[in-house]
């Protein structure tokens, strides 16, 4: 069954063509990459499944149902960018996920950021890079979406931050939720990925099961993007 139904999906901003008649199938429970260079689509696809965008033509279907307030509550969104406020500290990040998701799981989000090596009494101000990222993920993660979908995940981080993010990931993703990841950083995320799709000026022009693609291609994905994009 899929959880994502994507159909002639076509979003314009002005004369530019941000996607060009997508059409695309997420099964549940899979890990799925959303793979391309800056420009090729990506945030703009993944903001549209977010509802944050409306699309131009075509339609998007989230557990059938139509992109809206009910897909919104089954998403959970992490960006490219922070989205907490200045004035806040950890702890206050967290009260704002409980009052604004029914769905976060504060037991969760508490081993998380113990995992983390993060306190509630951190201001986010005073956060690094690599702590922003951690809590960020620990906030989107620790709700009990069915789709969670994350923008750069680890982009701009040190490797150790970079490792416990992709621990966080293994090990907090349940088989009853599906992801979509986009990242650069193949070598680093490639092996979580169990389908992937390459975008290219709006545009898919690969996609498929990882390990199908390797065999087919003989090399990691990595290889087959540089062969694409290269």
Request: aromatic share 8%.
């Amino acid at each position: 069954m899929n959880i994502v139904e994507i159909n002639n999906l076509t979003r314009k901003y002005g004369r530019k063509t941000a996607l060009n008649e997508v059409s695309l199938n997420i099964e549940k429970g899979k890990i799925v990459g959303i793979l391309g260079p800056n420009g090729s689509g990506k945030t703009t696809l993944i903001k549209i499944l977010a509802g944050l965008l409306r699309p131009t033509n075509g339609f998007v279907r989230i557990n059938d149902e139509a992109i809206g307030i009910k897909t919104k509550a089954m998403v959970s969104y992490l960006p490219d960018r922070t989205f907490l406020y200045s004035w806040m500290k950890i702890k206050d990040a967290k009260n704002f996920y409980l009052d604004f998701f029914p769905d976060f799981n504060e037991k969760k989000f508490d081993e998380l950021l113990n995992f983390m090596n993060l306190s509630m009494e951190m201001k986010v101000t005073e956060l690094s890079k690599g702590m922003h990222e951690k809590l960020n993920l620990s906030l989107v993660l620790s709700r009990d979406a069915e789709l969670y979908i994350l923008d750069e995940p680890i982009a701009g981080v040190d490797p150790v931050a970079r490792d416990q993010i992709l621990d966080a990931i293994i090990n907090n993703y349940s088989k009853d939720s599906s992801m979509i990841i986009t990242t650069h950083l193949l070598k680093d995320m490639e092996n979580l990925f169990e389908d992937v799709v390459f975008l290219q000026e709006g545009t898919i022009v690969l996609e498929g099961n990882a390990e199908d693609l390797r065999n087919e291609y003989n090399g990691q994905i990595d290889t087959i993007y540089k062969e694409i994009f290269g």
